[in-house]
């Protein structure tokens, strides 16, 4: 997970206005600049579990 966060904070320092991860469980993550958000502020009713 180390990866991911270094290429979250890559994203970030690049001016991204949203880092979106998923990991192995299908579950989303949403990023900004201030941290962690409970939901993408961008696409508010982007699914937090994406379904196979």
Same mark, same amino acid.
């Given at each position: 997970? *180390?990866?991911?966060?270094? /290429?979250?904070?890559?994203?970030? *320092?690049?001016?991204?206005? *949203?880092?979106?991860?998923? %990991? *192995?469980?299908?579950?989303? /993550?949403?990023?900004? /600049?201030?941290?962690?958000?409970?939901?993408?502020?961008?696409?508010? %009713?982007?699914?937090?579990?994406? /379904?196979?």
């Amino acid at each position: 997970m *180390e990866e991911m966060e270094f /290429k979250r904070n890559l994203y970030l *320092e690049a001016q991204a206005m *949203e880092v979106w991860l998923c %990991n *192995e469980e299908s579950q989303m /993550k949403f990023y900004n /600049k201030q941290g962690e958000l409970e939901q993408s502020l961008l696409v508010p %009713n982007f699914p937090k579990q994406i /379904k196979r």
